[in-house]
């Protein structure tokens, strides 16, 4: 245990080093490089770049590099777009935008291809159940991994606070706070000036050396991790065979009945992090309150990672997502009914704090869901995962500039609803084919659905 519990820690804290960097940018991009909506268009691209990459990339870098060299070489992509906001252009900022989503897809799924063998492989020598060691895999990683928004935050609030200018919000700028907001450029009159480039070079520094960090702690510490079946699908699986094992994926009626699910975690977090900071933190406390709020969310989700991957084995992941919908559906009716005031400060902390908790569920348990339902295809099941939900990024990036927040409200609450029944058919057709036996153990056995993929 004590070897598969290092690399499991390995990987964590080389993503949490690589997205403190990468989470501190992407919060900053609307605000650093607001000149002609450069910020905004990188992550458009960024985005874009990375549901491309979710298509073809995955099965073909992890079969050719292995687990630990795409996790790697995908990290020093992330170190490019770093080092292009040194000099943000239109000739730096979109080219790495691209580098940086061409590799992200093959960064997760090497990720979460790694951590669903070294449970498997560690289950079968313990005589345990496959599906509990991955759940407690995903519950350490995401327990490390959630704290990158916590860092990435403190580290460009300690920084860059040292030249923000902050002044009083007016009853006026107040009315165009909230679900019913003004779309207007700017939401209230308190936005800060932009940094000294010395404030953002210093950024910037600690960002890309954090990000290089990452990479050698992977290379140095990470072992590399083998599957049978893997490297005997790698002999027999013809090229184009594994270009478009992205594609053929979507013949099992699983996975597409979890697209909704996937997208689903593009909303939310983008709702979160775009329009809930901009058109209530911002607007009605100022942009210096951005950092502490998300660190609220991101400190919860942390913990909430940890407890979920350990309970789901005793209360089974269909209580967790139901609690998980409940709790993101009482938020987004609080967001429609609530107008923001300076004056109720904690309720501004309260809803991305249960926030935390819905979004620590969609991510272990999708992710270990993905893992045990799609075990024969994993790094085809996972690049579905990243290219489903980078789709809900794309399309929730497409239309936040042009929607209020409430009809943007509405719109994450109907694709709730539709992955909450899309879900519910998937454990039925489960429990359908397994019955009187859990689904997880019957495929273990070779049973139905066994040799179908998922992303």
């Known amino acids: ?28 991009q609307s605000s650093l490089n607001a000149e002609e909506g450069l910020g905004v268009a990188s992550l458009s691209v960024l985005y874009a770049a990375l549901t491309l990459s979710s298509m073809f990339l995955p099965p073909i870098i992890i079969k050719k590099l292995g687990c630990k060299w795409t996790i790697a070489v995908s990290m020093c992509c992330y170190v490019a777009y770093s080092l292009g906001n040194f000099y943000a252009s239109w000739y730096t900022l979109i080219p790495t935008s691209m580098i940086l989503g061409l590799g992200g897809a093959p960064l997760w799924s090497a990720k979460c291809t790694y951590l669903t063998i070294a449970g ?59 679900a019913y907001d003004c779309l207007t450029a700017t939401t209230n009159s308190t936005g800060s000036e932009r940094p000294s ?11 890309t ?17 083998k599957s049978d079946q893997a490297e005997t699908e790698k002999e027999k699986t013809p090229f184009w065979s594994t270009f ?47 950092g502490y709020i998300m660190i609220c969310f991101a400190g919860i989700n942390s913990l909430c990672s940890l407890l ?14 139901a609690l998980a919908a409940v709790l993101n559906t009482g938020c987004m009716i609080t967001v ?23 979004d620590a569920v969609w991510q272990t348990q999708t992710n270990a869901l993905y893992g045990i339902l799609f075990e024969k295809n994993k790094e085809a099941a996972f690049a579905n995962y990243r290219l489903w939900e980078s789709v809900g990024f794309v399309i929730a990036f497409a239309y936040s500039t042009k929607l209020q927040v409430y009809i943007k409200t509405y719109i994450v609450l109907s ?7 899309s879900y519910g058919v998937v454990e039925y057709l489960e429990a359908k084919s397994s019955p009187g036996t859990p689904a997880a153990t019957k495929k273990e056995n070779g049973g139905p659905h066994s040799q179908e993929t998922h992303m």
């Open 336 to 358: 429609l009914l609530w107008k923001p005031d300076p004056k109720q400060l904690a309720v501004f902390f309260v809803i991305p704090g249960l926030w935390g908790v819905s």
């Open 244 to 290: 478009l094992a992205t594609f053929r994926h979507l013949k099992d009626k699983r996975q597409c009945l979890l697209i909704p699910l996937t997208m689903y975690s593009g909303f939310e977090q983008a709702f979160l992090s775009g329009d809930y900071s901009k058109s209530f933190v911002t607007c009605a406390l100022g942009i210096h309150y951005v």
């Open 197 to 207: 480039d010395s404030l953002i070079y210093t950024l910037l520094g600690v960002y």
């Open 308 to 321: 979920f991957g350990k309970i789901s084995q005793f209360t089974g992941r269909k209580l967790l997502f």
């Open 1 to 28: 245990m004590e070897r598969n519990l290092k690399n499991v820690l390995v990987i964590s804290f080389g993503f949490l080093l690589l997205f403190t960097a990468y989470s501190g940018l992407q919060s900053l």
């Open 120 to 178: 498997t492989l560690y289950a079968e020598k313990a005589g345990k159940k496959a599906k509990d060691i991955i759940n407690q895999y995903f519950g350490i990683f995401f327990l490390v991994f959630q704290t990158a928004g916590v860092w990435g935050n403190l580290i460009s609030s300690l920084i860059l606070s040292q030249s923000s200018n902050q002044g009083e919000i007016s009853e006026e700028d107040l009315e165009c706070c909230g």
């Open 209 to 225: 050396a954090s990000g290089a960090l990452a990479v050698l702690l992977v290379i140095i510490f990470l072992d590399q991790i």
């Open 415 to 421: 694709v709730l609803v539709l992955s909450m029944v």
